[in-house]
């Protein structure tokens, strides 16, 4: 239930805000995501003022709505108990019934039950009759009888509620849609008449039609809210099946409903599980009020986006889960493994099941070397190191051995991570072999206040039994370094228990552990509270004192717990190392200090064993630790670890500054997205565990770096990469002594870098690949390839491009940063790379500079033609150009002193003046730069011959190993080196760059088009096996303003992780693309964008469906927030002014503003440049007017503020757009042509619209007079000839008859005074019918058309298919093969416009239009914005579409400016009666007539129209009605008014469509009060 009181909300009511002022909350179900909604709604009206997003749509499953499912489960138990009997086998069983519902098809559902049987009957053929012995005859004879239940019984099965619901949620403005896999579906709505509710019906012919997917996939739900026109944040999913709650989750709905329902097939509570991912779960639709929905809209959705929850316990997903429930504050973490986890299932490697769980606990900077003797081959690793397990909990009720739940049977399971705390929550209730059930809650944090604090708040309850419990809480030191499987050959034990003590028996207890090598010793203390609480009180339980036993230390704690009482363990946990001795100072620590200035030894290091009789005094247990004692310095790490952890008794001591602290960053960081509750969880999933990984003071003081798989496991080793590239630009802006400490870390390690090039015979400095603790390479030699279960050479350490990043990031930093105090460290790393890169260097014969021996990003390609790594690699080279290029910049800035440690000479200075003029780069003649020598000749791999799936597509590069091939000898990238310039640089700068250089380009090429060219040559044969491509390929998809593209790449790289796409989330995180997804959205969606020192331009790129992004950032210093929308940009600086140091300028469009401090500055800007998104914002008003006009016959003349004042921007934006010297607005289609557009239609409807919303009907007609001479006049003739009429049909035209005439179809919304007006007509007349020569839908007059509900029947394609009054659909009868022909033709069509080199012709003219039996698209327009040859070549692409489906099949009219495209007829076509004269509306209308059981004959009927096309129209009406039948058109053509006036001497002429629809209200009006005054009411509300 959603509320206590099942009464509460039976129908929906339009809600006031005063009267949702005092709304309850709505509790949800125990089964339900979260707890709880939690918040209060006192100042409701306040928050419905600034809600930008709302439920404007609801999406239902026919399921929840009426269990048609128990109609086939009739109809098959009815056919085949018959055909069973006569078989003599065992009857329809309910077990059978869940082959029924396993979402087969019909023939599939036969065929798996007959198969059940062990029989085996021949499918037949289409033409079996009913009932035959065959799988046809029968699926039909089911069909026939569920066709017969349907006819009888189907008004039985509708649940009232759910439609009392639906129309509850209609009254309040929100439109409906229905989605089912029942073929039958919209027969059982029109049965029990329910069709007129919803606007779209998506059943399984729909779904064919366009190629949608079935669920789990959203393609339905989609469907649907384009043809209502809502974005998905707008819209309310109602489900009842666990496929379509998982469908609604992926297309990232505002709000998701499960309804229940239990069946004889499911139980409650198995369907109450199955639903738990919904936001509500209730099985009783009455409880789910406006109410309860508005709240969630106000509150919930954005409480909802701070928890990361999973509902149910699932094996094999569990290690991601712990991955991304990981907790932590930089220095150290924690993985959500549950504290009983099962040790079988942990840590050892035999058990094929020991990845269900894994207790990972890491210390940044804690590494191990270790030594394996591989095939006689000794290997060195060093690896982060899985440190001792301090969450370690077990419990055992009564003399049972410790066992884990999750090896009883689960009742109820959820495991949280509520980011706003950071604080991991689990609760799980579970049936053990006795019968006992038990509850489990646990809280876990690691302190962002307290940098070597954690905490663990654990609670059992006995819920129906009373026994002795026992709590055993410890430290387990047996762990190993497993979580990787493709490690396990290698050695993995890296840690001893080596002491462990209890000073006092009452307090904390210490354990001590030994790192091999380094001699890093770790030690951990634990304070231990248990307290038993029942009916009696609370009480105190202790301990006998601390134990060790099998490499354990712990506690036990036992007591006599009475059902429903609880044993409350809180568990203060700190760690310290010798890394952290008392001595370290400026950030290096012990660890680093002792071992990074000399060789690395692959010995273990000694500690001295002079015992400290006060700290090992205190041993219990069988553990024997041999002749190790710890030394004074590891007695102070001891000391340490017990005295923080002295005063705090309680986890809320704990949790109270933890949770401040997290606060605190969040204030700083949060990106707050308003439309998108997907990405909005994403971002903070993203921010959460980029500060677990690294956090400011945590890291920054602890000489550790940013890791590329963070603090989350084991990936990678637990290695520093060059990931740091994508981390720095986020953590800059957010907390920059992130990157200062990174950058420290890399200056503490100089010398090491010093070393490796002086190895390789270069100077300066190299830094590694792959970076640990000392500085040195510790990139792994070998890799195991699970597909040869072999291990095989590694020779990425090739890859020198890490030290681009690294000056990359130190020239950012002194770039953006104000921080001095490092600036000589920052220059020392500069200089001292680029030395190292311009001796590596080699001057050639073609007076060029080449770098050799090198390998790109791209470690696919690690060799070519035999030599050791590949040669002027093209990513790198530009860099090293553009990095001396920067070193030359900053020398003027660097002191004598820090010249002279880098070793730089003038003379090299001369040398970097002459490499970036004369470094080679290899560039095709279409400009196409080489991503190495040589990689032109290498041939394309066929990847068809490969299994499609994305583990063997990813790691192509193992797959080829396997096959005895190298991947490196194909022209497959895992990431494009190329593509990566232009993540980093600007087009201009490549551009620049490339010419500098003396290389010629082809003719007319700039920046953009080398990009272009680049990017179409690269993407294609780029596998994304670095999730890091995602990132690069969006940065390009901006800089082409590829919309589309930029999105679906963007939405690729930030869901990675969290979705698991590539199988290692469980491994660890990607730290660089969750940063990286971040810094895009700040970049590319806000618009924030670096320009020079100083100087930042705004150009913002919302996402169609987002309405605001908010965000503060840190800048030159100062912190400023911004807040970016559609419409306007909003800065403040947040700082007081610095002496020296002048606040940033912001360019937005043309303006510029430097904000002063405290004082916001708004500044109100068009974004619209593209014919896209001129077209969506288009939509987005018929949404808006839509709303209106329903809501003025439903008795609301009070126009909503919000509504009219998106209205007015859109006027301003549109007005407001760069025109030509024409006057034509000045848009942009795909591939960089721009289009001149005459928006006056568009610009003049919103103009009245306002006038009509904001001042009146009557401001309106005076202003239209003004455009229409002798107003009055033609008002009195026209209302004259009406006088006292009543109409029994309206038949009429739209565009040029009731609606203005526009250019371009899709951008010809329909105005509210408009719709008002018809509309008054049209609820005077019996029946009112638009007949169009326009599609009818997607797009077609409805998705155009924004008139009152049920006032109208909408006909397109001149009549062919309809939607009536209550939303039946119905077409005319073509035959099976035509229908397939146009069937394929649209969706071939449709998938080609979807091209970026033809979407602009949908955007041009026609667009495309998918009319019923033929098919219009534009390929030019009267502007002739197209180039010829473009639009020739895309006739040309049509015809061979059209051949290759049918040869001869399809009758291709081209008029040079549509093409369009119709099936030819055959003999037993309905069309071939037409005696070879084309289909017209007079044809349409005869059909429509028996149809829509118009009576034509009877009359009177009105005909209004505008053009010849609607004559036929006029002739038919004629024919069957001649006494009786009037006509109006808009025309002033005397040739077609003698026309019409010769078919119809009824006929009147107009001169506008203003004039012929205040015309037709007008007479509404009087005929209205002279025959129904409270009809009249309802048509003009006062």
């Known amino acids: 239930m959603l509320c206590d009181d099942a009464n509460d909300g039976c129908s929906l009511e339009s809600v006031s805000l005063e009267e949702a002022q005092g709304m309850d909350e709505r509790p949800r179900t125990p089964m339900t995501p979260a707890s709880e909604l939690g918040f209060e709604l006192m100042s409701l009206d306040q928050d419905v003022k600034n809600l930008n997003i709302y439920a404007k749509a609801a999406v239902v499953d026919l399921c929840a709505m009426m269990p048609h499912y128990e109609l086939h489960i009739r109809a098959t138990e009815m056919v085949f108990n018959e055909l069973f009997t006569e078989l003599n086998i065992p009857k329809f069983s309910e077990a059978d019934q869940l082959a029924v519902t396993s979402g087969l098809t019909p023939g599939q559902e036969i065929d798996a039950l007959i198969r059940s049987r062990s029989l085996c009957i021949p499918w037949g053929s289409e033409n079996d009759e009913p009932g035959f012995h065959s799988i046809f005859g029968i699926t039909k004879k089911r069909e026939e009888i569920v066709m017969k239940l349907i006819d009888d019984d189907i008004t039985g099965l509708v649940y009232e509620e759910m439609v009392v619901f639906l129309k509850g949620l209609q009254s309040n403005g929100v439109n409906l849609g229905v989605i089912s896999t029942c073929e039958h579906a919209r027969y059982m709505l029109e049965k029990a008449r329910l069709a007129y509710l919803f606007q779209s019906i998506i059943d399984p012919k729909v779904m064919l039609e366009y190629r949608h997917r079935q669920k789990p996939s959203p393609d339905a739900f989609l469907k649907a809210c384009s043809d209502i026109g809502v974005g998905t944040a707008e819209t309310i999913i109602i489900e009842s099946t666990s496929e379509g709650i998982q469908a609604a989750r992926e297309g990232n709905f505002g709000l998701v409903i499960g309804m229940v329902h239990a069946s004889a097939h499911h139980s409650f509570d198995t369907a109450m599980r199955d639903l738990a991912n919904a936001d509500f779960v209730t099985d009783d639709i009455r409880t789910v009020t406006m109410q309860t929905i508005l709240a969630w809209y106000i509150k919930g959705v954005q409480k909802d986006s701070w928890k990361l929850s999973f509902n149910t316990y699932s094996p094999n997903l569990e290690t991601t889960r712990e991955t991304l429930t990981t907790v932590g504050n930089g220095y150290f973490s924690s993985r959500g493994c549950f504290e009983l986890y099962s040790e079988t299932h942990s840590s050892d490697p035999e058990n094929t099941s020991y990845l269900v769980h894994y207790p990972g606990h890491y210390i940044n900077g804690v590494y191990s070397r270790t030594l394996t003797n591989l095939n006689g081959e000794k290997v060195i690793n060093t690896d982060l190191v899985n440190c001792p397990d301090w969450s370690m909990i077990r419990v055992s009720i009564g003399d049972e051995p410790f066992v884990s739940p999750l090896e009883q049977e689960i009742l109820n399971y959820t495991h949280q991570l509520n980011l706003k705390t950071a604080v991991m929550e689990r609760a799980l209730t579970f049936l053990d072999k006795s019968g006992r059930i038990s509850r489990i809650e646990s809280s876990r944090l690691v302190s962002m206040d307290l940098t070597h604090v954690a905490a663990i708040n654990f609670i059992f309850t006995a819920i129906n039994y009373t026994d002795r419990v026992t709590i055993r809480s410890g430290v387990d030191c047996a762990l190993k370094n497993n979580l990787v499987k493709r490690y396990t050959g290698l050695q993995n034990k890296h840690i001893h228990l080596v002491a462990c003590g209890q000073p006092d028996p009452a307090g904390p207890f210490y354990v001590v552990a030994k790192v091999h090598t380094p001699a890093t010793v770790i030690s951990t203390s634990v304070r231990n509270n248990v307290r038993l609480t029942d009916n009696t009180g609370s009480h105190q339980v202790r301990s006998s004192g601390a ?791 997607n797009p077609g007059i409805v998705n155009v058309s924004v008139n009152f509900e049920q006032a109208f029947a909408y006909s397109g394609s001149k009549g062919r298919e309809y939607i009536d009054a209550n939303g039946v659909r119905q077409s005319f009868g073509i035959t099976e093969e035509e229908t397939f022909k146009m069937r394929e033709l649209n969706w071939r069509l449709s998938e080609l416009c979807r091209q970026p080199e033809y979407t602009k012709f949908t955007m041009i003219g026609s667009g495309l239009q998918l009319k019923f039996a033929q098919t219009t698209v534009a390929r030019q327009d009267i502007s002739g914005t197209i180039r010829r040859k473009e639009s020739e070549d895309f006739l040309e692409k049509i015809k061979e579409i059209c051949e290759d489906i049918s040869p001869n099949g399809f009758e291709v009219q081209d008029t040079k400016l549509d093409v369009e495209v119709m099936p030819l007829r055959s003999e037993s076509s309905n069309l071939a009666d037409l005696k070879g004269r084309g289909f017209d509306k007079g044809d349409g209308l005869i059909w429509l007539n028996d149809q829509l059981f118009l009576e034509l004959d009877e009359g009177p009927n009105l005909i209004t129209g505008d053009t010849s096309g609607d004559v036929p129209m006029v002739r038919e009406c004629m024919r069957l009605c001649p006494e009786n039948t009037y006509v109006i058109f808009v025309t002033q053509d005397k040739k077609l008014m003698k026309e019409v006036s010769e078919l119809c001497p009824r006929s009147l002429f107009v001169p506008c469509p203003d004039m012929l629809c205040y015309l037709l209200s007008e007479a509404a009006k009087r005929y209205a009060l002279a025959t129904y005054p409270t009809k009249a009411n309802k048509l003009f509300p006062l």
């Open 547 to 1337: 134990m060790a036993k099998d490499k354990q230390v712990f506690e036990d704690f036992s007591a006599m717990v009475h059902a429903g009482g609880s044993l409350t363990l809180e568990k203060i946990v700190s760690v310290y190392t010798t890394r952290d001795a008392p001595d370290a100072k400026d950030g290096e620590a012990l660890g680093a200090t002792k071992y990074i200035y000399r060789k690395q030894s692959a010995t273990f290091l000694d500690i001295k064993e002079e015992s400290m009789r006060s700290i090992t005094a205190f041993l219990h247990g069988n553990e024997e630790f041999g002749s190790y004692h710890v030394d004074g310095e590891h007695a102070d790490v001891v000391k340490m670890s017990l005295k923080i952890i002295e005063d705090l008794h309680s986890y809320h001591r704990v949790l109270d500054p933890h949770r401040q602290a997290w606060q605190d960053i969040w204030d700083t960081t949060d990106l707050q997205i308003k439309g998108d509750r997907a990405c909005q969880r994403i971002t903070r999933i993203h921010t959460y565990n980029l500060f677990v990984t690294a956090s400011s003071p945590h890291t920054s003081q602890h000489d550790a770096g940013i890791l590329a798989r963070g603090l989350h496991g084991e990936a990678y080793r637990g290695h520093v990469f060059w990931d740091e590239l994508y981390a720095f630009p986020f953590y800059l802006s957010t907390y920059p002594d992130i990157c200062k400490g990174h950058l420290l870390y890399r200056y503490n390690r100089l010398p090491a870098a010093r070393c490796a090039a002086k190895k390789e015979k270069l100077r300066g400095a190299m830094f590694p690949w792959q970076s640990a603790d000392t500085g040195e390479e510790v990139t792994q030699s070998v890799h195991f390839n699970p597909l040869t279960q072999k291990w095989h050479v590694d020779k990425s350490f090739r890859q020198k491009h890490v030290n681009i990043a690294v000056f990359y990031n130190a020239w950012l930093y002194q770039e953006r940063s104000h921080d001095l105090e490092i600036t000589d460290k920052v220059f020392e790393m500069m200089l001292s790379i680029a030395l190292m890169w311009a001796s590596k260097c080699e001057l050639g014969e073609d007076g060029r500079y080449h770098i050799r021996s090198v390998m790109g990003p791209d470690d696919f390609h690690d060799s070519y033609n035999g030599e050791e790594g590949v040669s002027d690699n093209a990513y790198t080279n530009v860099m090293v150009v553009w990095l001396l290029k920067r070193t030359l910049e900053v020398m003027p800035k660097v002191p004598k002193q820090v010249v002279a440690r880098s070793g730089l000479t003038n003379g090299d200075l001369e040398m970097f003046n002459d490499i970036i003029k004369r470094m080679f780069v290899s560039i095709n003649a279409e400009g196409v730069l080489e991503q190495f020598a040589g990689f032109f000749s290498l041939p394309n791999l066929n990847m068809s011959v490969y299994n499609q799936n994305t583990t063997s597509l990813i790691r192509m590069d193992l797959v080829l190993q396997a096959e005895g091939k190298k991947i490196a000898d194909y022209q497959i990238l895992k990431q494009a080196d190329a593509l990566m310039l232009w993540y980093l640089l600007s087009t201009s700068e490549v551009f620049a760059i490339i010419t500098d250089l003396g290389y010629t380009l082809p003719e007319g090429m700039d920046g953009k088009k080398l990009l272009k060219v680049n990017t179409d040559f690269y993407v294609p044969i780029t596998n994304d096996g670095s999730m890091l491509s995602y990132l690069v390929h969006a940065h390009v998809a901006g800089e082409l303003r590829e919309a589309k593209d930029q999105w679906s790449w963007f939405t690729e790289a930030s869901r990675s992780d969290i979705y698991n796409k590539v199988g290692t989330t469980g491994e660890g995180i990607h730290c660089s693309v969750m940063a990286g997804s971040l810094s895009f959205i700040e970049t590319w969606f806000a618009g924030l964008q670096h320009i020079s020192k100083g100087v930042w331009r705004i150009a913002p790129n919302l996402p169609s469906h987002w309405s605001s992004v908010t965000l503060r950032r840190r800048i030159s210093g100062y912190v400023y927030s911004f807040k970016v929308s559609d419409t306007e940009v909003r800065i403040l600086l947040e700082d007081d002014l610095v002496h020296g140091v002048d606040p940033v300028m912001f360019k937005i469009t043309d303006t510029q503003v430097q904000p002063g401090p405290w004082v916001p500055v708004v500044i109100q800007y068009s974004s619209l440049c593209k014919m896209k998104e001129f077209y969506d914002l288009m939509h987005k008003t018929w949404h808006h007017r839509k709303v209106m006009s329903n809501n003025y016959f439903m008795g609301s003349i009070l126009w909503d503020k919000k509504q009219l004042q998106i209205l007015r921007w859109v006027h301003k934006t549109l007005t407001s757009l760069p025109v030509g010297e024409n006057g034509k607005a000045k848009l942009w289609l795909s591939g960089g042509t721009k289009m001149e557009c005459e928006l006056s239609y568009e610009i003049n409807e919103l103009a009245k619209d306002i006038c009509f919303l904001e001042r009146g009907e009557a401001a309106l007609v005076d202003l239209i007079k003004k455009d229409i001479p002798e107003f009055s006049e033609w008002l009195e003739k026209g209302l004259e000839f009406l006088k006292g009429i009543s109409f029994k049909n309206w038949i009429t035209d739209r565009d040029g008859t009731t609606n203005n005439y526009c250019g371009r179809y899709n951008s010809s919304v329909q105005s509210v005074y408009n719709s008002i007006w018809i509309t008054r007509f049209a609820l005077c007349c019996n029946k009112a019918v638009f007949i169009t020569s326009a599609p009818l839908a």
